[in-house]
Nanobody
């Protein structure tokens, strides 16, 4: 049973930083590309970032590129999302996801596993 557990969310002022963590268990960590999605109040869930462990390729939504960084630690079976220069519009529940193919993450339709999410609130 694959489990993804997010942590690190919270309240932060605009311009600040947070680092989200996604602890994975139940599978070989490096065998699944992983990503982050978010859902703001009243909006649909959207792609934020993804990483393909094979080759270390990373992918970002336009809204995240340049401010967010996705990474991982195989020894800890944990993926991270470092978020800098946070904006009010970054307020959302952030979800960790794993997929057999990175294309599944990028398209948002081929997700094999989801975490339960962690709330990020950016205040002015």
């Amino acid at each position: 049973q694959v489990q993804l557990v997010e942590s690190g969310g919270g309240l932060v002022q605009a311009g600040g930083s947070l680092r989200l963590s996604c602890a994975a268990s139940g599978h070989t960590f490096s065998s699944y590309p992983m990503g982050w999605f978010r859902q703001a109040p009243g909006k649909e869930r959207e792609f934020v970032a993804a990483i393909n462990w094979s080759g270390g390729f990373t992918y970002y939504a336009d809204s995240a590129r340049g401010r967010f960084t996705i990474s991982g630690d195989n020894n800890k079976n944990t993926a991270y999302l470092q978020m800098n220069s946070l904006k009010l519009e970054d307020t959302a529940i952030y979800y960790c996801a794993a997929a057999s193919l990175v294309s599944g993450l990028l398209q948002g339709s081929g997700i094999d596993y989801w975490g339960k999410g962690t709330l990020v609130t950016v205040s002015s």
